[in-house]
């Protein structure tokens, strides 16, 4: 497949997958359009998580200035793009060359200076790549040794950076929820794209995070609002969540 390296962490059938889907990353209206509402959800997370921890203004629109972040499984750029307009200096990377077209065509187009590449967080940690954020967001889910893949990415993650996670809970509220209903009922994203298995429950990814030295500072549920129509923060973890650890300095 173009674009897949041998990695320990790339499960070939995600990568198929999400490549299929890579001329559907930018329609509001197409089969990725729950993650376009979940997008301001979770750039508020790590905006204001981010600002926090670095002592930022919040009312600077460039607020993540001077700070470089790899977006993780970046897909076609969605939640690149409005870090960097925040300021941020991004990486974003994933294992499909096709997605990586799909976000350097709609940067050029939206004039954001993107660093995107085709590759894996084993071939980024091996280069010796640090970043102040290391985004994991939607990811974990899709690859194959969560382990292995949470021991590279955290590599990357300087002496007082943050790595943030965004995943679904294994459970049975998560079954019904975010698969059964999803994807079979509501029809929100294509069937086939989330294996309850594959889920990873909170203390599962904390106690990861802990060995390779990264100390949790904050965690979120995540729910849709149907009255409202959007997502936002819950102290519910059942179906999915967000979490922030740290690299003490």
């Known amino acids: 497949m173009d674009g897949l390296q041998e990695s320990g962490t790339i499960d070939a059938d995600e990568i198929a997958h999400f490549s299929r889907l890579s001329g559907e990353w930018w329609d509001l209206r197409g089969p990725l359009r729950q993650l376009h509402r979940l997008n301001p959800t979770r750039v508020g997370y790590i905006r204001d998580r981010t600002i926090a921890h670095f002592g930022r203004d919040p009312q600077r629109p460039d607020s993540l200035a001077g700070l470089r972040i790899l977006d993780i499984g970046c897909g076609g750029g969605i939640l690149s793009e409005p870090l960097a307009r925040l300021g941020g200096a991004v990486v974003g990377a994933d294992a ?138 819950s102290g519910n973890m059942d179906v999915s969540y967000m979490l922030v650890a740290e690299r003490r300095a």
Not at 183 to 201: A, D, S
Request: overall charge neutral.
């Open 96 to 233: 499909a060359t096709s997605n990586i077209a799909v976000a350097r065509a709609h940067a050029a187009q939206a004039c954001l200076a993107i660093d995107y590449r085709d590759t894996t967080a084993e071939s980024l940690a091996d280069a010796g790549e640090m970043f102040d954020l290391v985004l994991a967001m939607e990811v974990v889910e899709h690859v194959a040794d969560v382990g292995l893949f949470i021991d590279r990415t955290a590599a990357m993650v300087r002496p007082g950076g943050l790595m943030f996670v965004a995943t679904f809970n294994r459970t049975l509220m998560s079954l019904a929820l975010g698969i059964i209903a999803a994807e079979y009922i509501l029809r929100w994203v294509p069937r086939g794209t989330h294996q309850w298995g594959k889920f990873v429950t909170p203390q599962e990814l904390q106690a990861d995070l802990a060995r390779n030295g990264l100390h949790l500072i904050n965690q979120s549920g995540v729910i849709y609002d149907v009255l409202r129509r959007r997502f936002r923060l």
